[in-house]
């Protein structure tokens, strides 16, 4: 019979017995705790987001039976879910309507975690059919539900169908304690994330938020990113693991920002892409400029790294004129051996981040005489050898020394 669903703060124990009968596998469930004694008010988990819903071990109690039934019962009916093959498994289902609630494999899935990994839509439709909201829910030896298998896949067509069987889905954590939300931002699943972020948003914690809001820039889902951060203006000053802010990570990406002397053919979609990235540049830098005082704002773009000498150094161009655009004095910057950001530009032959330097007015007349601790001027960094990754061997050797003459002119 099916159990009232309930946690266990106590381990414990499912003491499982199997008796063949008619080559079924009849199970009988006992919960006890470690002491021996059924389980009271005390042991019970009270949030719905941390209950533990196991399956039914019985083919993997360590008994010989078990491992008979395994191999008659529970790999077939594994091999079914993997291969779509809905006519075999409804079979075996019909027989024992247990195994719907049955682990199939070590890592305790079932039947349903192994369907939607799979991505077999009508499959997994069937199976809810003959489930109920507790079956959906079953959890595998990780803690994690078969909706967190489809949110890590983006399958939200699944996705759908089992809220409708169970909507607390959403809200229950899997693996780590991770929401399925978390998942899929990891996964860089973006219409998944977006499916989920309102189911959830109301449970996350202030830590959460900040680690899902890393794994939509991490993994490019920037759209996503801006509205989490127009809901929660505070993400802006927000750090990674690494003491890493959105927009040291954001510095590291040039790939992120599209401008108009890129050679590559783009689509609406990439373009689309990097304007929303844009926007939260635009957005977060203006915040922090609006929260911060200036000794707080120049911790922040030294710490942990020096961002504007990163994205000098990488070539991101649109970053750079995004934060010179809002705080001009950037210019005046120096890293640690004294180079502005042209500086760098020039040694890692960025030509169009130097072309800023002729934005910046009278202020442009001093810098271009800055040297470095070694006593090197903007000059000596463009008679250097540009670095090799800089070097384009199908251009030949002319046309280098044309590229070259023409930046140090």
Not at 66 to 81: E, F, H, M, T, V
Request: aromatic share 8%.
């Amino acid at each position: 019979k099916k159990k009232k669903k309930m946690g266990v703060n106590k381990e414990v124990d499912r003491r499982v017995t199997t008796e063949a009968k008619d080559d079924e596998c009849e199970i009988k469930i006992k919960i006890v705790t470690q002491d021996g004694r059924v389980p009271t008010e005390e042991h019970t988990v009270t949030s719905d987001q941390h209950r533990i819903n196991k399956p039914l071990l019985c083919l993997f109690d360590g008994s010989k039976l078990a491992r008979q039934q395994y191999l008659q019962i529970g790999l077939p009916l594994y091999k079914a879910a993997l291969k779509n093959d809905w006519r075999a498994a409804k079979a075996m289902i019909q027989k024992q309507s247990q195994l719907l609630r049955t682990a199939i494999t070590w890592a305790e899935e079932t039947v349903l975690h192994i369907a939607t990994g799979a991505k077999h839509v009508q499959f997994v439709k069937e199976l809810i059919n003959l489930m109920d909201e507790i079956d959906v829910a079953l959890q595998d030896s990780k803690g994690n539900t078969a909706f967190c298998h489809a949110a890590l896949n983006g399958s939200i067509e699944i996705a759908t169908i089992m809220i409708q069987k169970n909507e607390s889905l959403p809200l229950i954590r899997g693996g780590q304690g991770m929401t399925p939300l978390y998942m899929a931002t990891l996964f860089g699943q973006s219409e998944m994330s977006w499916f989920l972020y309102p189911l959830t948003k109301s449970i996350l914690g202030k830590g959460e938020r900040i680690g899902i809001f890393f794994n939509c820039i991490n993994f490019d889902l920037y759209d996503l990113a801006l509205k989490m951060f127009e809901d929660d203006r505070a993400l802006a000053m927000a750090c990674d693991m690494h003491n890493n802010t959105a927009l040291h990570i954001l510095a590291r990406k040039p790939y992120a920002f599209c401008h108009h002397k890129t050679s590559t053919i783009r689509t609406s979609y990439t373009f689309s892409k990097c304007n929303q990235a844009l926007q939260l540049v635009k957005h977060i830098w203006k915040e922090i400029l609006v929260c911060l005082p200036n000794v707080e704002v120049h911790n922040l773009i030294n710490t942990p790294t020096r961002l504007l000498f990163e994205a000098a150094e990488l070539g991101n161009y649109q970053f750079l004129v995004e934060l010179l655009g809002l705080y001009p004095d950037l210019v005046w910057e120096v890293d640690e051996k004294n180079r502005t950001i042209f500086h760098i530009a020039v040694l890692n032959r960025h030509e169009n981040i130097f072309s800023l330097i002729h934005q910046i007015g009278s202020a442009k007349d001093i810098i271009i005489t800055f040297e470095d601790d070694e006593n090197n001027n903007m000059l000596h960094h463009a008679a250097i050898l540009p670095p090799s990754h800089k070097l384009n061997i199908e251009l030949g050797g002319t046309l280098h020394l044309e590229q070259e003459l023409s930046l140090f002119k």
